[in-house]
């Protein structure tokens, strides 16, 4: 994952005026701290001050944004999301039906920066300026399954909010940053040869739980799709199926935590959604100060390995000087221990797994629930 270059290449800048001055410019200026730069009238930069709010304009595709009922991930997300962070800004992230829609709100200044695999000849028809949003490492998310021509668009070459932009997304690259959101959301994390025997096991089970899901659901606040991927990766929702530690059921709770749940019957399959479903909900309530969509990422790995080996973690990364409750740090973390750890590696894969999971779900035509 941390295998690619890092050498700070400047990012590939489109405009209709000479691209290598404004390259060497864009990086010069966006070390500056963000509230030092001149702007006039005129720049995006004075709105995101001026409203504290930073405006993402995108279109919902796998590489961009996806959209999980009132929240929001994916990897062109969470790099805006820690754009903004980094301004001291609030995000709102916007999703239009089309690239077209996206560049137009950039142009019009209804956004203050458009997320787009839009081509070069459109965005300059716009008179816009782009670069890339992986810095020039496009192998990185080719290797990923993700979209190499993501771009992020501005309306000026020389507005400050432009500069600081060109400047974080390349000091993400020397930093890891991109590989790792690029990693954790791997299209390729379920083999293509798979995906028929998942389908067919959700065309069959799912319609079966499904309004047990839903109920549970409901009395937690929680997407019932969400319930039904951690069910389908902890059992492929088979509420006989046992591990070789003895873990039983749907959603595979220990006896010690069914007891805890209220959970009489392990492969009673609504006893076992209620309590994995309750089980969850506790896990997300441990992590309550991490905003979404890393509070859900988090919880999960909690279900899996347990708060108590997760808060351990948490507690070697923050001796490390890094920010415990930024999901990448944690999922950096497990990554480069994972050799010498097998419950780290286990925890990823399940992690992304269910995430993956759930995106099918809430996408796949074919499933039917």
């Not at 990086?27 to 730069?37: E, K, M, T």
């Not at 000091?171 to 954790?184: V, W």
């Not at 279900?303 to 997760?310: D, E, L, Q, T």
Request: glycine fraction near 6%; proline fraction near 4%.
């Amino acid at each position: 994952m941390h295998s690619n270059s890092s050498s700070g290449s400047r990012p590939s800048l489109n405009s209709l005026s000479s691209k290598r001055p404004f390259q060497a410019l864009a990086l010069g200026v966006a070390i500056l701290p963000f509230n030092s730069l001149n702007a006039e009238k005129s720049h995006q930069y004075n709105t995101v001050v001026n409203t504290n709010v930073l405006t993402v304009v995108a279109v919902e595709n796998p590489t961009t944004v996806f959209k999980e009922g009132q929240f929001l991930h994916g990897f062109g997300y969470d790099l805006a999301r820690n754009y903004a962070q980094s301004l001291n800004v609030k995000l709102d992230f916007k999703t239009v039906p089309d690239n077209a829609t996206a560049l137009k709100w950039v142009a019009q200044g209804k956004a203050n920066l458009a997320m787009t695999t839009a081509n070069l000849a459109s965005i300059e028809a716009k008179q816009l300026v782009s670069f890339s949003a992986s810095c020039g490492d496009q192998g990185t998310l080719s290797k990923n399954g993700l979209n190499p021509q993501l771009n992020w668009v501005f309306k000026q070459a020389d507005d400050p909010l432009t500069l600081t932009a060109s400047g974080f997304v390349c000091q993400s690259k020397q930093a890891g940053t991109t590989q790792q959101l690029a990693s954790f959301y791997n299209r390729n994390v379920v083999k293509p040869e798979s995906w028929s025997t998942i389908q067919k096991d959700l065309n069959q089970r799912l319609p079966i739980y499904k309004a047990s899901f839903k109920q549970s659901a409901a009395k937690y606040d929680l997407d019932w799709h969400l319930l039904a991927a951690i069910g389908y990766q902890e059992s492929y929702l088979k509420p006989t199926s046992v591990s070789p530690t003895g873990v039983r059921g749907l959603m595979m709770l220990t006896s010690g935590t069914a007891r805890a749940m209220g959970v009489t019957n392990r492969t009673d399959p609504v006893q076992s959604i209620q309590g994995g479903a309750k089980y969850y909900d506790l896990m997300l309530d441990q992590y309550d100060d991490i905003p979404f969509p890393d509070r859900n990422w988090y919880a999960l790995v909690a279900y899996n390995m347990g708060p108590g080996a997760v808060n351990q973690i948490q507690k070697r990364i923050k001796a490390q000087g890094k920010d415990p409750k930024q999901w990448v740090n944690l999922y950096d973390y497990l990554e480069r221990n994972k050799a010498r750890n097998g419950r780290y590696k286990q925890a990823l894969q399940y992690v992304t797994r269910i995430r993956t999971y759930l995106e099918h779900m809430k996408t796949n035509n074919r499933i039917e629930v």
